[in-house]
């Protein structure tokens, strides 16, 4: 949950899986551990075989249920217009697969120069890397990682699962509470 606020769709379709399968789904305890890939919390509710199956209810329950629930997290507009005022791009690196990505960034009108879905932790340290990134904001542990592996700054927001104490643990260079005190971050580290 760094740019958009997907738990109320997420949990909708959790839920409608649910109905679907039978299978008792605790949406607010999915909701509340946003990061990993789908899959991976599939399997905390199937049997290992049945969850590619499991995943393409979910993504074809998605675009009906969950887009149009989200909404922008506090500061986005203005720190993606912070980078590219800067000279920046924006690159969005998510576990969540492309085309369900592009549908949030679509609804919610989110200007970004490249979205790569179905990357998750060092994965997106990969591409964070192949792209020249030098900056990498995220709200979970494996977005430091993926920041750590590319050599970037890693900037935590705390808008995710993890608290500050957590993210500087794990090794974030910076903390902020949201993407509000992102322009002033920038423009003082730019300026550094």
Do not use: C
Not at 39 to 60: C, K, Q, T
Not at 86 to 91: N, T
Not at 105 to 123: I, K, P, Q
Request: no cysteine; net charge negative; charged share 20%.
């Amino acid at each position: 949950m760094t740019l958009i606020d997907s738990r109320p769709g997420i949990a909708a379709v959790w839920d409608a899986v649910a109905a679907k399968t039978g299978v008792a789904i605790d949406s607010e305890l999915v909701v509340s551990r946003l990061g990993p890939p789908l899959s991976h919390e599939a399997a905390h509710w199937f049997p290992e075989h049945e969850v590619p199956g499991i995943v393409a209810m979910y993504r074809e329950l998605y675009p009906d249920l969950a887009v149009h629930a989200s909404e922008h997290l506090p500061g986005v507009v203005d720190a993606l217009a912070a980078v590219h005022e800067a000279g920046g791009r924006v690159l969005v690196i998510t576990a969540k697969n492309g085309p369900h990505a592009q549908l949030h960034l679509d609804h919610l009108g989110l200007a970004v120069d490249e979205l790569v879905g179905g990357a998750w932790a060092e994965e997106k340290g990969g591409v964070l890397r192949e792209r020249g990134a030098s900056i990498y904001v995220g709200d979970h542990l494996g977005d430091v990682r993926a920041a750590k592996v590319a050599d970037a700054v890693s900037v935590a927001v705390t808008t995710g699962p993890y608290a500050a104490e957590e993210l500087s643990a794990a090794g974030a260079d910076v903390v902020l509470g949201d993407l509000t005190e992102f322009p002033a971050w920038l423009a003082a580290h730019l300026a550094a």
